[in-house]
């Protein structure tokens, strides 16, 4: 019977590193590494010849590097996840990796326990991003003056609109503000904005709340304040 398993390509140029996680994975039950490159380049070439269920992915590439194979990899194939590892996870990183298309990242040394969950993870559509990430992603709209309620919706361009209620409540889970707060200060029931919650995720075509607040991040769902 032919393997179930996640299909995993992982790119790494450090030989060891590499072995090391290749020796680590392939205990895991339900994945399996079916293609390893050094190179960025070298991972385009794979994805174009075989499929691929995730990518893991080193930043810090000889050739072209991380960054710019990720975004290659998306512009060819956007439904594959890439998980991309890292040393270090500065602001301005985290943020070439939004635009890139990552799913996500891992710290080089994080646990193998953890490492597996973020690629099962990516892997089944979430994202996986660490509290660093998830500030900056927040900082963002903060720095850029957003505030949670709209006088005029600005996503007409949707297939299916976010209605007034919606914007308001992405706007806030942009501040990183919890169901709970959200109810609080909206003077609605918890249950409530999990609904809503549940149809901007559906709307926007995401499977989480960090990738929604990324793609409001991107294409400017939220208005600014007025200076």
């Known amino acids: 019977m032919?393997?179930?398993?996640?299909?995993i390509l992982l790119v790494e140029d450090d030989e060891l590193f590499r072995l090391g996680l290749q020796v680590r994975l392939q205990r895991e039950p339900g994945l399996e590494i079916i293609a390893e490159a050094e190179d960025?380049?070298?991972?385009?070439?794979?994805?174009?010849?075989?499929?691929?269920?995730v990518v893991l992915m080193d930043v810090g590439l000889p050739g072209i590097g991380g960054i710019e194979a990720c975004r290659h990899l998306k512009q060819q194939h956007p439904q594959l996840p890439i998980l991309i590892l890292t040393s270090h996870s500065q602001p301005s990183l985290i943020a070439r990796l939004i635009e890139a298309g990552a799913q996500g990242y891992c710290l080089k040394g994080m646990a193998a326990e953890k490492l597996v969950l973020a690629l099962r993870s990516v892997a089944a559509g979430a994202s996986w991003w660490d509290?660093?990430?998830t500030q900056e992603i927040r900082s963002t709209f903060e720095s850029q003056a957003?505030?949670?309620v709209s006088a005029q919706p600005i996503c007409a361009e949707l297939p299916n609109p976010l209605t007034q209620r919606e914007l308001e409540i992405l706007a806030l889970l942009a501040t990183?503000?919890?169901n709970q707060e959200i109810a609080a200060l909206l003077y609605?029931?918890?249950?409530?904005v999990r609904v809503h919650v549940h149809a901007i995720l559906h709307k926007l075509e995401v499977r989480d709340r960090t990738q929604a607040v990324v793609v409001a991040l991107q294409q400017q769902l939220i208005p600014r304040r007025s200076q």
């Open 176 to 178: 990183g503000k919890t």
């Open 40 to 53: 960025g380049e070298t991972a385009i070439d794979l994805a174009k010849q075989q499929p691929f269920d």
């Open 146 to 148: 957003i505030q949670p």
């Open 2 to 7: 032919a393997s179930l398993g996640l299909r």
């Open 131 to 133: 509290q660093i990430a």
């Open 188 to 192: 609605i029931a918890a249950g409530t």
